[in-house]
């Protein structure tokens, strides 16, 4: 009887996998063609795996033979065939080679060598070049191992990649970049990493390269866990969202290997330190526990709470896909916003600083080692806090146009400057969030600088009583234990952060019910409308005809702005409450003489005179004057002449206009 593979008879299968086919007469034995010398004397034990050749006397168990057999082919091997393989595989042939990969022409498949800790041969990969999947497939009754670890210098950082196509990947563009150092290891698999492996790792500066997809991220949280007590440091690869998914080392390698060196820095500008290496003392499973840490030091009111949420918000939404969330925090000084963003000085994905400058924002200077000082290449997907925002706008004009210039490239993406030195800094696919504490002096900013990508968040809304009293006793019991004060918050603000980060799910994000959609949809037209701009000349003539703002972005930033709220707040879907909250954060947003004076004329379907408006404003009749002109060309509200009582000329009423009330109403604004 002939045993085929299909079969997998136990201690034979490890034979059959690698094509060889036997004849079982009963016994203990079966035999066959001998892949060493041809004969058909080879003899292997049905109990054992034991194998014998009568001819030309090869002997030993299952791993003596794949031993064998992976020499046998290997010294086979022609150089046309690495190159064919390296061509087909975007590879080094030269690293094929060195790595012993090995062709074997009776099957015509490739094998590629696994050893154990020991350095022996532990198992024999098959690769078919004519199947599509291009997947390796194990040796039977073979184990998978740490592909290379046996390798492992003693020194430098180690790249741990998925899977072993992947660490060719990397080896040929080091060997064609004449990058120093091979400590590439591979992982078998996204989802397997045994404990034992740690032991290679331990001391040492690690760099995970997983995949762009699910499996792979879920791969690598899997690996943070078991090894970021255990190593030195620990990095790890950011793809852009902007790649595909599935995309991998090999890919990265296949697109750029004509420029090796230029790959490697690109490569080196996409890995970032992973902050989960240590795990906080303290433990902050939600929103609600953080609030107490907080309003046990500061004077919280209901705006300050809905700040600090938002805040946590645009930090989680770096784990979402789509735009991302910038924000101002707007309030006087001594409101609490400053305390409010230091909170989060030192919490995972998050990088603090007091000001900013376009210098430090990207450098164009140049370093001994070649390395990149810019603020910048610190920042994919991370959260940038900003204590003071406001000391930009004392700037001369044309240094906030260029830092203006940068914000609005790394916004959509792609950052791209060029100095005069040579230097140039390119960070395509950039992605991160912004919070910035900004005075009102924001509200004055007629210029379409970063209007149209920064949401307002109100510290002191308007129509929110503030108790300015309780906020300088809150202020004045802090001072006596400052340091441990800010210390709490901060210990509070890094374990909620981090457990945020660690039972992120993206397959468990809150849904949006419809009428969510519905009502920001005419809710962005509201805000679109109010923060657009009239520009004129000295004759107060319009410079052109104004054009809204299509409301695409904010309605995008308004959905995952509801959408991460309701994360933090572990609630299943935006409900009311959290809708609330963007609205209010939509209204801020507008220019804030038009809001006001809309929500006024809203609420008066009869219209109200200019004086009427003044004396409810309390600001001049020539400013109300002038933005009713601006409202007015924008279609938002329309002159209607009263005929008067009396003898004198008509009256004018302002009227909110048939499109801007409807809009209104199927966003249901809440008159504060």
């Known amino acids: 009887?002939?045993?085929?593979?299909?079969?997998?008879?136990?201690?034979?299968?490890?034979?059959?996998?690698?094509?060889?086919?036997?004849?079982?007469?009963?016994?203990?034995?079966?035999?066959?063609?001998?892949?060493?010398?041809?004969?058909?004397?080879?003899?292997?034990?049905?109990?054992?795996?034991?194998?014998?050749?009568?001819?030309?006397?090869?002997?030993?168990?299952?791993?003596?033979?794949?031993?064998?057999?992976?020499?046998?082919?290997?010294?086979?091997?022609?150089?046309?065939?690495?190159?064919?393989?390296?061509?087909?595989?975007?590879?080094?042939?030269?690293?094929?080679?060195?790595?012993?990969?090995?062709?074997?022409?009776?099957?015509?498949?490739?094998?590629?060598?696994?050893?154990?800790?020991?350095?022996?041969?532990?198992?024999?990969?098959?690769?078919?070049?004519?199947?599509?999947?291009?997947?390796?497939?194990?040796?039977?009754?073979?184990?998978?191992?740490?592909?290379?670890?046996?390798?492992?210098?003693?020194?430098?950082?180690?790249?741990?990649?998925?899977?072993?196509?992947?660490?060719?990947?990397?080896?040929?563009?080091?060997?064609?970049?004449?990058?120093?150092?091979?400590?590439?290891?591979?992982?078998?698999?996204?989802?397997?990493?045994?404990?034992?492996?740690?032991?290679?790792?331990?001391?040492?500066?690690?760099?995970?390269?997983?995949?762009?997809?699910?499996?792979?991220?879920?791969?690598?949280?899997?690996?943070?866990?078991?090894?970021?007590?255990?190593?030195?440091?620990?990095?790890?690869?950011?793809?852009?969202?902007?790649?595909?998914?599935?995309?991998?080392?090999?890919?990265?390698?296949?697109?750029?290997?004509?420029?090796?060196?230029?790959?490697?820095?690109?490569?080196?500008?996409?890995?970032?330190?992973?902050?989960?290496?240590?795990?906080?003392?303290?433990?902050?499973?939600?929103?609600?526990?953080?609030?107490?840490?907080?309003?046990?030091?500061?004077?919280?009111?209901?705006?300050?709470?809905?700040?600090?949420?938002?805040?946590?918000?645009?930090?989680?939404?770096?784990?979402?896909?789509?735009?991302?969330?910038?924000?101002?925090?707007?309030?006087?000084?001594?409101?609490?916003?400053?305390?409010?963003?230091?909170?989060?000085?030192?919490?995972?994905?998050?990088?603090?600083?007091?000001?900013?400058?376009?210098?430090?924002?990207?450098?164009?200077?140049?370093?001994?080692?070649?390395?990149?000082?810019?603020?910048?290449?610190?920042?994919?997907?991370?959260t940038l806090l900003i204590k003071d925002f406001t000391a930009i706008k004392s700037m001369p004009i044309v240094v906030q146009e260029h830092l203006y210039g940068i914000l609005r490239d790394a916004y959509d993406g792609n950052v791209l400057v060029e100095y005069g030195n040579g230097v140039k800094r390119n960070y395509p696919d950039v992605h991160f969030s912004i919070i910035a504490g900004i005075t009102d002096i924001v509200h004055g900013d007629s210029r379409a600088a970063l209007g149209e990508r920064f949401l307002k968040v109100e510290m002191i809304p308007s129509h929110e009583e503030y108790d300015q009293e309780a906020q300088i006793r809150a202020s004045i019991a802090n001072v006596i234990k400052q340091v441990e004060a800010e210390k709490q918050l901060k210990s509070s603000m890094e374990a909620f952060v981090y457990h945020l980060n660690d039972t992120f799910d993206e397959t468990q994000m809150p849904t949006v019910p419809s009428w969510v959609i519905d009502r920001v949809v005419s809710l962005c037209q509201i805000v679109g409308l109010l923060r657009s701009t009239v520009l004129r000349e000295r004759s107060e003539d319009m410079s052109y005809r104004p054009r809204p703002e299509i409301g695409t972005r904010i309605a995008n930033q308004l959905i995952k702005l509801g959408t991460a709220i309701s994360y933090v707040l572990g609630k299943k879907q935006i409900d009311k409450a959290v809708y609330q909250i963007m609205e209010d954060v939509a209204l801020s947003t507008a220019y804030g003489w038009h809001a006001d004076i809309t929500k006024i004329l809203v609420s008066k379907p009869k219209g109200m005179t200019v004086e009427e408006l003044s004396n409810e404003l309390q600001i001049s009749v020539s400013s109300v004057q002038r933005r009713l002109n601006d409202l007015r060309d924008l279609k938002i509200v329309y002159a209607k002449k009263l005929k008067s009582a009396s003898r004198g000329r008509p009256t004018n009423v302002w009227i909110v206009s048939p499109s801007m009330k409807r809009h209104w109403k199927i966003a249901k604004v809440t008159i504060k």
């Open 1 to 382: 009887m002939t045993i085929q593979a299909k079969e997998k008879k136990d201690a034979l299968r490890l034979y059959v996998s690698h094509g060889l086919q036997f004849e079982d007469k009963g016994g203990s034995q079966v035999t066959g063609e001998c892949p060493f010398c041809a004969s058909q004397k080879f003899y292997v034990s049905k109990a054992k795996g034991m194998y014998h050749c009568k001819v030309c006397g090869a002997k030993g168990n299952g791993y003596t033979f794949l031993t064998e057999l992976h020499e046998q082919c290997f010294d086979a091997t022609e150089q046309k065939q690495f190159n064919d393989l390296a061509k087909k595989r975007s590879l080094s042939a030269n690293t094929l080679k060195r790595e012993k990969i090995a062709y074997d022409k009776a099957t015509k498949r490739w094998l590629i060598p696994i050893q154990n800790g020991s350095a022996h041969l532990a198992n024999l990969l098959t690769y078919d070049p004519s199947i599509k999947s291009h997947s390796t497939r194990s040796t039977a009754n073979c184990s998978r191992h740490f592909y290379r670890a046996n390798l492992l210098a003693e020194t430098g950082p180690i790249y741990v990649c998925e899977g072993e196509w992947d660490a060719l990947a990397l080896l040929s563009l080091m060997e064609r970049g004449n990058i120093h150092g091979n400590n590439v290891v591979a992982v078998p698999g996204a989802e397997t990493f045994k404990k034992e492996w740690i032991q290679h790792l331990k001391g040492r500066d690690v760099i995970l390269l997983y995949d762009n997809d699910s499996s792979g991220q879920d791969g690598k949280a899997k690996v943070i866990d078991l090894i970021k007590d255990e190593v030195a440091s620990l990095q790890s690869v950011h793809w852009p969202t902007s790649l595909p998914e599935k995309y991998d080392i090999r890919d990265f390698v296949a697109e750029k290997m004509r420029s090796p060196k230029a790959a490697w820095k690109n490569l080196q500008k996409m890995i970032s330190e992973e902050t989960q290496k240590s795990k906080p003392t303290l433990k902050r499973t939600s929103f609600n526990s953080v609030m107490k840490d907080f309003e046990s030091i500061l004077h919280m009111t209901n705006s300050m709470k809905d700040s600090l949420l938002i805040s946590l918000a645009s930090v989680i939404s770096t784990r979402m896909k789509g735009d991302p969330l910038w924000l101002y925090l707007v309030g006087p000084a001594g409101c609490g916003k400053s305390t409010l963003l230091q909170s989060f000085q030192g919490a995972m994905n998050c990088v603090f600083r007091s000001k900013l400058t376009a210098t430090s924002f990207v450098s164009g200077m140049k370093q001994d080692d070649g390395s990149d000082p810019s603020l910048l290449a610190q920042l994919h997907d991370q």
